[in-house]
């Protein structure tokens, strides 16, 4: 397993985390098992936003002892009083859902308390005028909560909810479909989707994805907009590439599903090459470079998606990211412009003069 720092709270995370919203149509055993293979494989990092109510104990059960170990982000406004999943902005409900989750998790505390499910402004404002966001607040001062999330789908909303409050991990849907506009949580357009990476990147805020394969959706070739499945580790690789992206959180419900994502981590190269999407890209993505690397190998030695996100991030006033670009071995400034990424590139970009303009921006 590889980790990923959450550069505003120091928190070590694995790229693989485990959603929650399947794992309740397992039985207590099967459920017991998944979450401790989980473990023992080095995932540290779970979403407690459960399709039904009858998760929680799995959890208590399975990761009590190893508590300290794991890191979970719990939201303040999913509603489980009548079992199945439910969304609620109304205080006292958000209260017993909490200690109901609390003491059925067998912990005290929360890592992540999330402002739940915002996708339209005018949740945001019921959230503080109900006193929910107070609650919450009220619970970090307390030290119940050590950090502040948000999950939403709209990068508007996000952009407003960043403005107004200290979060430190955004819980965001990520896929390749979503971000060309297609599908049920496609919102936002394809620039406003990057400035919500990019925001998130350049403020140390991490990102934790998600519907990382659409709801199944680009796993099958007949429902993918892109006429062609991918695999699960194509769109991993795909979340995970993408700016202020800490870790991708698929749903499993048992040992044997939780082996097959741990398998990522053993992938070659060539298994995680998601540029097939570039067949499929709307006007608007065109020419933007999207670091899938498909244009290697590059003839002097240049890490060309990686080169691409530090301009990305600078442009936007990222400050570490001409830091990290000193660090890189061979720069912007050694490409000998052979054209190989610009034939090879099904994005559209014209990479070698792209590179041209970084060397200068960069100063080589
Ligand atoms: S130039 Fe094209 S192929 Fe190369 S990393 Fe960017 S998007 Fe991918
Ligand atoms: S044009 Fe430059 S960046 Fe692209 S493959 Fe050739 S040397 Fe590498």
New binding site residues.
């Given amino acids: 397993m590889r980790y990923r720092i959450n550069r505003r709270t120091g928190d070590r995370i694995s790229e693989i985390g485990l959603g929650s919203a399947y794992l309740c149509g397992a039985s207590m055993d099967e459920g017991v098992k998944a979450l401790r293979t989980a473990y023992e494989g080095g995932i540290n990092y779970f979403d407690l936003a459960a399709g039904n109510g009858r998760a929680f104990p799995m959890w208590g059960e399975a990761l009590h002892d190893v508590r300290r170990n794991v890191i979970y982000q719990i939201h303040f406004g999913a509603d489980y009083s009548r079992g199945e999943y439910g969304w609620s902005l109304e205080l006292d409900t958000v209260k017993r859902s909490v200690e109901r989750m609390l003491r059925e998790l067998g912990t005290d505390y929360i890592d992540y308390g999330f402002i739940h499910c915002q996708d339209e402004a005018a949740d945001w404002a019921a959230y503080r005028e109900n006193g929910v966001y107070g609650y919450l607040l009220e619970m970090k001062h307390a030290g119940v909560v050590r950090h502040l999330g948000l999950s939403s789908h709209t990068p508007s909303v996000i952009r407003q909810i960043l403005d107004d409050a200290p979060v430190d991990m955004l819980m965001f849907s990520v896929n390749p479909a979503y971000d060309y506009g297609q599908g049920e949580y496609a919102n936002g357009g394809v620039d406003e989707r990057s400035a919500v990476y990019r925001r998130c990147e350049r403020d140390g805020i991490g990102i934790s994805v998600m519907k990382p394969f659409s709801g199944g959706q680009l796993l099958d070739a007949a429902r993918s907009p892109f006429r062609k499945a991918l695999t699960i580790y194509q769109c991993i690789r795909y979340a995970l590439d993408r700016p202020g992206v800490l870790t991708v959180l698929p749903g499993a419900q048992s040992a044997e599903e939780v082996r097959r994502l741990l398998a990522y981590c053993d992938q070659p190269g060539d298994a995680l090459d998601y540029?097939a999407i570039g067949g499929f890209a709307p006007e608007e993505a065109s020419g933007k470079?999207?670091?899938?690397?498909?244009?290697k190998p590059c003839p002097a030695g240049l890490d060309?998606?990686l080169i691409?996100k530090y301009y990305d991030l600078a442009l936007l006033g990222d400050g570490m990211a001409a830091e990290h670009y000193a660090g890189l071995a061979r720069k912007a400034g050694d490409c000998v412009g052979c054209g190989h990424?610009d034939r090879?590139?099904?994005?559209g970009?014209r990479?070698s003069a792209r590179m041209r303009a970084i060397a200068t921006h960069f100063g080589g």
Avoid: E, I, T, W
């Fill in positions: 540029s470079c999207v670091y899938c690397n498909h244009c060309v998606g691409n990424c090879r590139c099904p994005f970009v990479q």
